[in-house]
């Protein structure tokens, strides 16, 4: 059998991710404004020193935890998105089911306790997540909603207020299944189930309106 290396003899260029992986845990355990530098260093087995070496405050760890987990996702979808071959509706319905697959990651739930619960406390944090992630992404929901109203597929509507209040399912969803372990009833609501319903309720809503 072999053994897993100790954390503290890996190689220097795992260390950025072996620190981060600790700061999700620790931010998780603790949010933002709880987890000290110490916490983190002891999680990922180095000393403090270690983690001034790539990163000069908790701030910039959180910066690069969003970078490591969301905004290359992003950048995948936007790049998924120019070399998409189908139609409008077929981009929009693939893009809802990983959006919805990734979401309910343990590393994305924890991204977004932390700005739905901490980030007003740190302005600069809100505004890069605001820049890098929310606008990225609404932006990129509103071109593919967009497309499905040119194509006709979608009823003359706004694409950045549908491209909104669907990301308000998502997440409103999202919180509702995160209680599975509390709520007996909610267990019955499979992943697959949940976006399903999501899918009907809003192609349904957004269909062409007869004449």
Not at 113 to 131: H, T
Not at 178 to 204: C, L, N, Q, W
């Amino acid at each position: 059998m072999t053994l897993q290396e100790p954390k503290w003899r890996r190689l220097p260029e795992e260390r950025p991710h072996q620190i981060i992986d600790a700061a999700i845990e620790v931010f998780g355990e603790r949010g933002l404004a709880g987890a000290r530098l110490e916490d983190i260093a002891k999680r990922a087995g180095v000393s403090k020193g270690t983690i001034y070496l790539y990163f000069p405050n908790k701030e910039a760890l959180f910066k690069e935890m969003v970078r490591l987990t969301l905004i290359t996702r992003i950048e995948h979808e936007e790049r998924t998105l120019e070399q998409h071959t189908g139609t409008a509706i077929e981009q929009l319905e693939s893009y809802m089911a990983e959006h919805w697959e990734f979401v309910r990651q343990p590393v994305v739930r924890t991204i977004a306790r932390l700005v739905i619960g901490e980030l007003q406390r740190f302005p600069e944090l809100a505004q890069f997540y605001m820049d890098e992630v929310v606008r990225r992404k609404y932006g990129l929901v509103t071109r593919l909603i967009g497309r499905c109203v040119e194509a006709g597929e979608f009823r003359q509507v706004d694409p950045a207020v549908a491209a909104r209040l669907l990301f308000a399912l998502f997440h409103a969803h999202g919180v509702w299944c995160g209680m599975r372990d509390y709520v007996p009833e909610i267990a019955k609501y499979s992943d697959e189930r949940v976006t399903a319903e999501i899918r009907d309720f809003f192609f349904h809503a957004l269909r062409p309106c007869d004449d």
